[in-house]
């Protein structure tokens, strides 16, 4: 095994967003443990985006409320120093507000959703600044994938049952896919090949043909009452992971096959994290402020624990 394979089998650390405890928590990746705390963070610290280098994390700020009810917007990303654990410094996007979820493009630009804005910030880690600014056509763009190889970002548009195409290099709106019902969540295949959303009005994900820009497909969510939200792909490209709405269940459904695998976590499940080896997975449960690590061979949660107030993001590096 050479050395850059090892790194990636054994994660340094784990950072979790404690939400709920307006702090960044960071924890021992094997154990569990909470080690440190970075306290009096902006108000309800949501979202997390590690950098490729592994040195840098930026959490946005997102504002006192939730997506559709958030009456004080903020308007700060947090840049975090992994290695000595602190809090750098704090990004000012204003005029824009609701910075929401973050995601580094293959340029090493950082591309920020800013929801109440309607814009697709763009920042520069290496200038220390703001370069540029995409329009996403939709004040209730919440959540973004970028699909590097298309050089293409596509944006949730929950209310407004839509997926806008934004194009990088020419930073402008060049499509939209309307939808049959409201969504909740995105995610893009590792080859993306696809683009998969979460419907918000049943309990099934939707996949979705960009070049085409039409649903190609319809998939039941197994063991769900509820409408699921956020997705994630594996590293690997193996699994899909649906997070449940307010539902204390996830599913893990296996690409190019048939297992659709239900298995019950903590109250409010918030989002997930596939850990560098391949087989665990880790949730973040708000609802009771907990953490369940589940074995991805088995489908079983292994363990537990009990981390912050309530947790909703959170990455190995």
Not at 7 to 33: W, Y
Not at 216 to 227: C, E, S, V, Y
């Amino acid at each position: 095994m050479t050395q850059s394979a090892r790194r990636a089998r054994s994660p340094k650390g784990l950072i979790v967003i404690d939400k709920q405890g307006d702090r960044i928590l960071f924890l021992d990746p094997l154990s569990l443990r909470t080690l440190e705390a970075i306290e009096d963070m902006p108000k309800l610290p949501h979202e997390l985006a590690i950098s490729p280098d592994q040195t840098r994390a930026y959490v946005p700020a997102y504002g006192d409320g939730v997506h559709g009810d958030n009456p004080h917007p903020n308007h700060l990303i947090s840049v975090i120093d992994l290695q000595e654990r602190r809090r750098l410094d704090d990004i000012e996007l204003q005029p824009l507000q609701a910075p929401h979820t973050l995601r580094f493009g293959r340029d090493g630009l950082l591309y920020i959703c800013c929801e109440k804005s309607a814009v697709i910030a763009i920042y520069d880690p290496q200038q220390g600044g703001m370069v540029g600014e995409i329009e996403t056509g939709s004040a209730n763009s919440h959540r973004l994938a970028i699909l590097p190889q298309r050089a293409w970002i596509c944006t949730d548009n929950e209310e407004d049952a839509s997926v806008s195409i934004l194009d990088i290099a020419a930073r402008s709106l060049v499509g939209r896919i309307q939808l049959p019902c409201a969504i909740a969540g995105i995610a893009a295949a590792k080859d993306e090949s696809a683009v998969v959303v979460t419907s918000a009005d049943h309990p099934e994900i939707l996949i979705l043909d960009v070049e085409g820009r039409e649903v190609r497909k319809k998939i039941t969510l197994q063991g769900h009452d509820k409408p699921g939200q956020v997705v994630r792909f594996s590293p690997d490209g193996r699994w899909l992971l649906v997070v449940g709405d307010h539902e204390p269940v996830i599913s893990l459904i296996e690409i190019g096959g048939d297992d659709q695998r239900t298995i019950r976590v903590g109250k409010k499940p918030m989002d997930g994290v596939f850990h560098p080896n391949g087989r665990s997975l880790l949730i973040a449960n708000e609802g009771d402020a907990t953490l369940s690590q589940i074995d991805l061979v088995t489908g079983r949660v292994l363990r537990t624990v009990a981390c912050g107030s309530g947790c909703e993001t959170l990455g190995y590096f």
